[in-house]
């Protein structure tokens, strides 16, 4: 009794509009088209294509910053005590703080041609760097934005790891960075493997950082879904398009899950 309102709430705010995009997918078509006609148009348009695999590209280069710039902070976090870790844990929650849009707009102000970057650049004698309306400042952006997503799960990875192990390791006689290599990191995979899949998956619907750092050349899908809906008024061209983007997150997530637990069996972590 007390799953009736979620389950109602669920499927009157989630299920039900989803099941109306993938019905328009196929009926709202032209009057000589086949319920196939918008799909069709999707994957066979060079620029539609383009942009799909740019929006999964900008989803693995974020993920992989994610990651490289996440790990060492989930180390240092569990490393740190007191005060210390209640410090990096406040940096890593600072952007749930912060609207997304305020976020993307500082971001402007630091690497416009203008902006802070070439300003500090300038002091040190190296030549100015146009990173505004680029992949890399999107990149920037996304990651800032997606870091926290990483570091969390991660972080609780890492503390359910026993530190004895560590500690036996090392009383055998290896060496604190082969220890950490053959014990703490295999044992860390799991946060790692669920912290990139959560940002990967968040990646692919991004619209507020792609419009105001990047250019039309940068473009990526949910921006291309907003101008067919609000510029075109293709309803049906948009629905296709978002259950694409919908199946890719399924098939990611899926493929996503059955590596971790083939990972967390192998390891032999529940």
């Not at 309306?133 to 790891?161: C, D, E, H, N, R």
């Amino acid at each position: 009794m007390l799953a009736i309102p979620v389950v109602v709430f669920l499927g009157a705010f989630f299920l039900y509009p989803i099941l109306m995009m993938i019905v328009k997918s196929v009926t709202d078509v032209p009057a000589d088209g086949r319920i196939w006609t918008n799909f069709a148009w999707f994957f066979s348009d060079d620029t539609n294509m383009r942009i799909y695999w740019n929006t999964l590209l900008t989803g693995g280069r974020v993920t992989v910053f994610c990651i490289l710039v996440a790990y060492p902070m989930a180390y240092a976090m569990i490393c740190a005590k007191g005060v210390w870790k209640l410090a990096i844990l406040g940096v890593v929650l600072l952007p749930f703080w912060t609207s997304a849009v305020v976020r993307n707009f500082a971001w402007v102000v630091i690497l416009q041609d203008r902006g802070v970057l070439n300003y500090l650049l300038a002091l040190v004698g190296i030549a100015p760097v146009g990173l505004l309306g680029t992949s890399t400042a999107v990149t920037i952006g996304m990651t800032q934005v997606l870091l926290p997503f990483a570091v969390l799960p991660m972080y609780t990875t890492m503390q359910k790891i026993d530190q004895n192990l560590m500690r036996a390791a090392l009383m055998l006689g290896a060496r604190p960075v082969v220890a950490f290599a053959t014990v703490f990191l295999p044992l860390s995979l799991t946060g790692v493997f669920a912290g990139a899949i959560l940002v990967f998956v968040l990646t692919l619907g991004f619209y507020v950082t792609p419009a105001i750092l990047g250019s039309v050349r940068e473009a990526m899908l949910p921006q291309i879904i907003f101008r067919q809906v609000t510029d075109l008024l293709a309803w049906g061209r948009a629905s296709a398009m978002s259950v694409v983007l919908l199946v890719t997150t399924i098939a990611i997530l899926a493929i996503g899950a059955m590596l971790t637990r083939k990972l967390r069996d192998r390891i032999g972590t529940k």
